[in-house]
């Protein structure tokens, strides 16, 4: 039996149970149909009570009220152990949300997967209800309409029943909205909601956002079983919402340490000799040549005195090496440089090494 039949179902007992006992009061819609359901078997036990001989008339209806009621909880098990899992998927997918303004267009949408035609996020600031995003099965129009109801001048919430999610944080589930003045009335005059769930999101103790739903996709109505999964979606965005801040905050920092990094630069620049920032002189020098790269430090040395006109023996003298190991270190460096004696060597230090290196 499908949710439609289910519904329809129990409706019908509860009409027999009006109709036995002579009343309406089962029949008009209002609470839970579970609820229904569990009042209508109370009012019948009792009438039976006050007359016995009416037991027979009742025992039908009982056994029918109880048995829809026993489907109807069979039911809710099945759906909450589904909404569970769909609420693990929603949350999860907030976590990739990078910015506050990504993470608001991704709520409507994570929402609606929880089982819900119709899903509005809102901010609130300084107590005023500030929509931000809207998900609807029925289509762009219904959405842009929603979206210009809330447009400013924004409604204070002081005066609407989402004022007690601001004072008291706690979810809501309003039934009869269609009667209830406290509604925000231009967005109800688009959306025409006959009941609807509410979770206030709260960070740091104060509420600073709304998830709203209504149009259960199962049975077209909201119940507890639907405030309480918002209000954990609810405690996720907060979460959520956390993480992207932190982003946001570290981004800003990046940023922040950029510009000055940046400034210090100019500034260094500024105060450097006009020898060194002077392009034309720093073009001037000639491109370190290839051999440079594979001379060693210690052969660099060797080369810097060969240049100032050192014998081997005064070079051996000067490392604290043997004369040998100077003129094996000679020999190398002239090889390296493709020079032909230490007087051409000399000068190829003084002409390129001397002037990279300065």
Same mark, same amino acid.
């Given at each position: 039996m499908t949710a439609e039949q289910l519904r329809a179902e129990a409706e019908r007992v509860l009409r027999c149970a009006d109709s036995l006992l002579g009343s309406s009061e089962f029949s008009r819609s209002g609470d839970g149909l579970v609820e229904r359901l569990d009042a209508a078997d109370r009012a019948v036990a009792d009438w039976v009570v006050q007359g016995p001989s009416r037991g027979g008339r009742a025992?039908? $209806?009982? #056994?029918? &009220? +109880?048995? $829809?009621?026993l *489907?109807?909880?069979s039911a809710e098990v099945v759906r909450r152990r589904e909404s569970a899992d769909r609420l693990h998927g929603a949350l999860r997918a907030l976590q990739s949300a990078d910015s506050s303004r990504e993470l608001a267009d991704k709520i409507p949408q994570e929402v609606a997967k929880l089982g819900f035609n119709r899903v509005l996020f809102s901010w609130v600031d300084h107590g005023r209800w500030v929509p931000v995003s809207f998900r609807? $099965?029925? !289509?762009?129009?219904e959405a842009r309409a929603v979206m210009a109801a809330g447009e400013p001048p924004y409604w204070h919430t *002081?005066? &609407?029943?989402? !004022?007690?999610? /601001?004072?008291? +944080?706690?979810?809501?589930? /309003? +039934?009869? =909205?269609?009667?209830?003045? *406290?509604v925000h009335l231009d967005i109800q005059a688009v959306m025409h909601s006959h009941s609807y769930v509410a979770a206030p999101v709260v960070r740091r103790g104060s509420v600073v956002g709304f998830v709203h739903a209504d149009q259960n996709v199962e049975n077209d109505a909201v119940d507890e079983l639907d405030r309480g999964i918002l209000q954990l979606f609810a405690e996720g965005v907060s979460l959520a919402l956390d993480r992207v801040a #932190?982003?946001?905050?570290?981004a800003v920092l990046r940023q922040h340490i950029g510009e000055q990094a940046s400034a210090l630069r100019d500034l260094v620049s500024r105060d450097l000799p006009s020898v060194v920032a002077d392009p034309q002189i720093a073009d001037s020098r000639s491109p370190a040549p290839r051999w440079a790269d594979s001379v060693t430090r210690r052969e660099e040395e060797v080369l810097a005195l060969i240049s100032a006109g050192l014998s081997n023996a005064q070079i051996a003298e000067r490392l604290y090496v043997t004369e040998g190991t100077a003129k094996t270190h000679v020999k190398n460096v002239l090889r390296k &440089? !493709? =020079?032909d004696n230490r007087v051409q060597a000399g000068a190829?230090? *003084?002409q390129h090494w001397e002037q990279g290196r300065g």
């Open positions: 025992a039908p $209806v009982l #056994m029918e &009220l +109880r048995a $829809v009621a *489907r109807l909880h609807t $099965v029925n !289509g762009p129009e *002081r005066s &609407l029943l989402e !004022g007690e999610m /601001v004072m008291h +944080r706690q979810p809501m589930l /309003v +039934r009869n =909205a269609l009667d209830n003045p *406290r #932190m982003l946001e905050e570290l &440089l !493709g =020079a190829m230090y *003084r």
